[in-house]
């Protein structure tokens, strides 16, 4: 399976191994990588800023569905965007109790990159799934609606799940005056037509 197949909800705190041999000799300096080496094993997380992130725990070789794996750095942080593995082969292991010597790894992005409960309450609104952008999970498309003005799609961050909708700062500027901009907040409510789901916004 490539990265880029992956939904974000299959590798979000999930440990990973990426076929990556092209970019091992950049991690020398931080791991004792062997010539075998083929890849890392890395743990999935989401930067709400930045999008889905790796973190490297160390290089490895995968042989049989197994890797291989050596020691980690806990003083050192090395991380690959998601979309910069995007066409690399990805293997998932759905119990990370298996790597349990990377702990305080774990741990210590767990605790620096927690988001507040109304980013993980929205993150978890599978509905609009479909509407997310595949590497900046919290980041939906949608459509301002208002009347006298043609509908039109921008791009916003979900900060906050709320009865009436999803609450999501605007992070593109509309082309035209909708009487909101870059920064500015609005809710929006998933809603069906016969292409699947699409995200509104009425002003």
Known sequence: MLTKDCNFRDIYHKVCFIECA???QNLKKVFNVSKKDNGVLAYGYIDHEDG????VLTTGKLENGVPSRG???????MK???SSVNDREIRIYEDRSLFKEYNEKFKTIDTFFADTED???????REIDSCRHEDFPDDVIIYLVKDGLNPETVWVRCEKAEKQGVKAKLISEPKQDFGVHTNDFV????A??????LCIAKL
């Open 119 to 125: 980013v993980d309450k929205a993150r978890g609104v």
């Open 52 to 55: 889905f992130t790796f973190e």
């Open 187 to 190: 809710v929006f409510r998933p």
């Open 22 to 24: 092209d970019q091992i």
């Open 192 to 197: 069906k037509n016969e292409n699947g789901i």
């Open 71 to 77: 020691l980690g750095n806990d003083e050192v942080s």
């Open 80 to 82: 690959f965007r998601k």
